[in-house]
Structure formats: structure tokens, C-alpha cells
């Protein structure tokens, strides 16, 4: 009798966006996961559009049941900026999805996050793929927020690596650096959440940031969409053999929609990365929170730069702990892209197999 391991859960905040689709489909697809509640931040496409994408891809995935919810939709102190040019207009590629039927949330995304983290104290994992305005405004409500949630994993910043919207900086960082600052100060060691607050029973770990450094690593190419699909039984544009004639559908549903989203992903990383590919850096991040032998993480302390002329949103990283600062962030310098790879094929096209 296999033994039945408790699951994780896990809240994911996102600006749905093709890769935070793809993490979102991955959540689903991995029994140890209970996704707990998903909410939704702008970023890639405004808020409205990503809790629509959000619910059409849950619902993709035969997941109607997950409570998605919708936050503020700017960034905390500037505007909104999004990037159609990365994700599409709609912020889901080519890919066409039937409406959403399933309900909005009536709560608010950071007083979800609080609500929940609350009820299950030391709990729960909340994994951030979007800008962190909905994290900082649920810390500046709870600063408890670092002692009741069991992790936080991040995806956003990159701490020695280039940056991907400014020279030296990472779009989800780049959107909301206020909102970013607050995050990596209240979940350190010097915030109201933090050791240094007073001895509670509940000891807060530090932040795990998954930046560019390790997700530009994580590169999904043809051949894995075509090992995915042939793992659903279909080809890697999702049509099935034989079709209505014998049967069966003429498309793998979800299969169609990676293939439509990621075609348009994959050309942008062709125009702007040399590869006719793309980075998943969100699924990356989600799989680590599920299985942190993913990757190997360097405690570091971690500052977001607001007020420089070319590096406002830059997420300073100490490596040579000039500042004396004690750690904030356990920063993942490794990943073990083949193991991830190896098992997004194989997690994602078993559930693509099984809503053929
Ligand atoms: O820089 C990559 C991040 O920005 C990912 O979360 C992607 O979805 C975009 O939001
Ligand atoms: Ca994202």
C-alpha cells in the first residue's frame, strides 16, 4: 500500500500570462499539491484580464472548485505598465479559451491571503509569479503574515544575472519595486514578522526567491511540447488521429491551448532571446515550492532599489555582505532544469491524457 503523503498547500498569486498558465496547470496536475486559492495581481495584462484567464485555464484543467480571487489593479505607487508584446493582447498567446463560468471571488486578494493564512497557521505555501502588490498590501495589513504562512516562495528578481525589462531588472520586480521592498523588509529578519519581533512558537523562514538567475534555465523548447503532447496521445498542435470519424475528439483541449499560447511565447523569445523557445520561469517556481530539492538557495540580504535613474526595481543583492546586514532572502543560485522538465512533461500530460 503506497503510503499516502500529506499534500502541500499552496496559495498562488498571479498575472496570468502564459507561463503563469503553465505553473497554474502544473499545480493541478501534481497530486501533492492542494491549491488552496489562486489570486490575482496585474502585471502581464490588467488584473480583470488575468482573473479571466486565471478562471478559463483553472477551468481548462477541470478545476471550477478553486476559489480565484482579484486584488488591486495598479501597483502600489506608479502605473501599470503591461507587456502584450511578451504575453499577447489577452495575455494568453494565440490560444482562444471558451469565457469563464465559474465565479469571482467575493474577497479581496490580500485580505484572502491574510483570511487564509490565518485559519491555518504555519500552514500554507504562498507562491507569488506576479508583481508583489497583493503580498505587500496583505503584510501592511498583517504584519504577523511572515509567522503564519509555512513559506513564501517568490518568483521575480534577478540577483546576479542580467535583467529582462531594464539592464538590471526583472519584469515582476520592475512592475512594483514599493510593493517589493515591503515584501523583502517584512518577511526579513528585521520586520514586525521577523525573529527579531519577539520569540513566537512560529519561527519564519526566510523568503525562497527563484530570480532569473536559475528560471532562464528552465527553457521549454518544440521537442518538449512534442514530448507532452505524445504523452497525451496527440500531436503537438493537440489534434487527435482519427478524430470524429473514430470517435474521439479532434483536439487535445489543453494540449491546443499550450501549443496556440506558446507558439506566440515562443516567437518573442526567438525576436528577443535567440531561441525559438521560452522561459517557464513561473512553473519553475511553483514546482520548487512543491519539491525544494529543485534548487540550491544562498542566504542573502536583498534590497529593491526605488530611486535610481537607470536601476529603480533592481533587487541589490549583498554576495559579499559589505553591508553586514543579516540575511532576508534565501536566493536559488541552482536548479535542476532536466528533473523539472522531465517532470512538467510528464505531470501535465497525464492531466492533458485524462481531459482529452
Ligand atoms: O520575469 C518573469 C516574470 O514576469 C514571470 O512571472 C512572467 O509571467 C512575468 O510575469
Ligand atoms: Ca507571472
Same mark, same amino acid.
Given at each position: #500500500?503506497?503510503?499516502?503523503?500529506?499534500?502541500?498547500?499552496?496559495?498562488?498569486? @498571479?498575472?496570468?500570462?502564459?507561463?503563469?498558465?503553465?505553473?497554474?496547470?502544473?499545480?493541478?496536475?501534481?497530486?501533492? @499539491?492542494?491549491?488552496?486559492?489562486?489570486? @490575482?495581481?496585474?502585471?502581464?495584462?490588467?488584473?480583470?484580464?488575468?482573473?479571466?484567464?486565471?478562471?478559463?485555464? *483553472?477551468?481548462?484543467? &477541470?478545476? @471550477?472548485?478553486?476559489?480565484?480571487?482579484?486584488?488591486?489593479?495598479?501597483?502600489?505607487?506608479?502605473?501599470?505598465?503591461?507587456?502584450?508584446?511578451?504575453?499577447?493582447?489577452?495575455?494568453?498567446?494565440?490560444?482562444?479559451?471558451?469565457?469563464?463560468?465559474?465565479?469571482?471571488?467575493?474577497?479581496?486578494?490580500?485580505?484572502?491571503?491574510?483570511?487564509?493564512?490565518?485559519?491555518?497557521?504555519?500552514? /500554507?505555501? *504562498?507562491?507569488?509569479?506576479?508583481?508583489?502588490?497583493?503580498?505587500?498590501?496583505?503584510?501592511?495589513?498583517?504584519?504577523?503574515?511572515?509567522? /503564519?504562512?509555512?513559506?513564501?516562495?517568490?518568483?521575480?528578481?534577478?540577483?546576479? %544575472?542580467?535583467?529582462?525589462?531594464?539592464?538590471?531588472?526583472?519584469?515582476?520586480?520592475?512592475?512594483?519595486?514599493?510593493?517589493?521592498?515591503?515584501?523583502?523588509?517584512?518577511?526579513?529578519?528585521?520586520?514586525?514578522?521577523?525573529?527579531?519581533?519577539?520569540?513566537?512558537?512560529?519561527?519564519?523562514?526566510?523568503?525562497?526567491?527563484?530570480?532569473?538567475?536559475?528560471?532562464?534555465?528552465?527553457? #521549454? *523548447?518544440?521537442?518538449?511540447?512534442?514530448?507532452?503532447?505524445?504523452?497525451?496521445?496527440?500531436? =503537438?498542435?493537440?489534434?487527435?488521429?482519427?478524430?470524429? %470519424?473514430?470517435?474521439? %475528439?479532434?483536439?487535445?483541449?489543453?494540449?491546443?491551448?499550450?501549443?496556440?499560447?506558446?507558439? +506566440?511565447? #515562443?516567437?518573442?523569445?526567438?525576436?528577443?532571446?535567440? +531561441?525559438?523557445?521560452?522561459?517557464?520561469?513561473?512553473?519553475?517556481?511553483?514546482?520548487?515550492?512543491?519539491?525544494?530539492?529543485?534548487?540550491?538557495?544562498?542566504?542573502?540580504? !536583498?534590497?529593491?532599489?526605488?530611486?535610481?535613474?537607470?536601476?529603480?526595481?533592481?533587487? !541589490?543583492?549583498?554576495?559579499?555582505?559589505?553591508? &553586514?546586514?543579516? =540575511?532576508? !532572502?534565501?536566493?536559488?543560485?541552482?536548479?535542476?532544469?532536466?528533473? +523539472? #522538465?522531465?517532470?512538467?512533461?510528464?505531470?501535465? &500530460?497525464? *492531466?492533458?491524457?485524462?481531459?482529452?
Amino acid at each position: #500500500m503506497k503510503e499516502a503523503h500529506a499534500r502541500i498547500p499552496i496559495l498562488v498569486d @498571479c498575472d496570468t500570462g502564459i507561463d503563469d498558465s503553465l505553473a497554474l496547470l502544473y499545480a493541478v496536475a501534481s497530486p501533492e @499539491c492542494e491549491l488552496v486559492a489562486v489570486t @490575482c495581481t496585474a502585471g502581464n495584462v490588467d488584473a480583470l484580464q488575468v482573473a479571466e484567464n486565471t478562471r478559463a485555464v *483553472l477551468e481548462l484543467a &477541470g478545476r @471550477c472548485d478553486v476559489e480565484v480571487a482579484i486584488g488591486r489593479e495598479t501597483p502600489l505607487a506608479r502605473a501599470l505598465v503591461t507587456t502584450p508584446e511578451t504575453h499577447g493582447p489577452r495575455g494568453i498567446g494565440y490560444a482562444e479559451l471558451p469565457p469563464a463560468t465559474m465565479p469571482l471571488s467575493a474577497r479581496y486578494s490580500p485580505d484572502l491571503i491574510v483570511e487564509e493564512a490565518r485559519r491555518r497557521p504555519g500552514e /500554507l505555501t *504562498l507562491v507569488t509569479l506576479a508583481p508583489l502588490t497583493n503580498v505587500a498590501l496583505a503584510v501592511l495589513r498583517e504584519p504577523e503574515l511572515p509567522r /503564519l504562512l509555512r513559506r513564501l516562495v517568490i518568483m521575480g528578481g534577478s540577483y546576479r %544575472s542580467a535583467g529582462n525589462t531594464a539592464p538590471t531588472t526583472e519584469w515582476n520586480v520592475n512592475v512594483d519595486p514599493e510593493s517589493a521592498k515591503i515584501v523583502f523588509e517584512a518577511f526579513g529578519p528585521t520586520g514586525k514578522g521577523g525573529p527579531a519581533a519577539g520569540d513566537r512558537s512560529i519561527a519564519p523562514t526566510r523568503p525562497t526567491a527563484l530570480g532569473l538567475d536559475v528560471t532562464e534555465r528552465a527553457r #521549454m *523548447l518544440p521537442e518538449h511540447l512534442a514530448a507532452l503532447a505524445a504523452r497525451a496521445g496527440c500531436a =503537438p498542435d493537440g489534434s487527435v488521429a482519427g478524430g470524429p %470519424s473514430a470517435g474521439g %475528439s479532434a483536439v487535445n483541449p489543453i494540449v491546443r491551448y499550450l501549443a496556440d499560447a506558446l507558439r +506566440f511565447y #515562443m516567437e518573442f523569445h526567438s525576436r528577443y532571446d535567440g +531561441f525559438y523557445g521560452a522561459f517557464i520561469h513561473d512553473p519553475l517556481a511553483l514546482a520548487a515550492a512543491l519539491d525544494p530539492t529543485l534548487v540550491r538557495t544562498e542566504a542573502v540580504s !536583498v534590497d529593491v532599489e526605488l530611486g535610481g535613474r537607470l536601476t529603480t526595481g533592481e533587487t !541589490v543583492t549583498d554576495w559579499r555582505r559589505v553591508w &553586514g546586514h543579516p =540575511p532576508n !532572502v534565501d536566493v536559488a543560485v541552482e536548479a535542476d532544469s532536466g528533473r +523539472f #522538465m522531465d517532470r512538467f512533461i510528464e505531470r501535465v &500530460g497525464d *492531466l492533458a491524457a485524462g481531459r482529452s
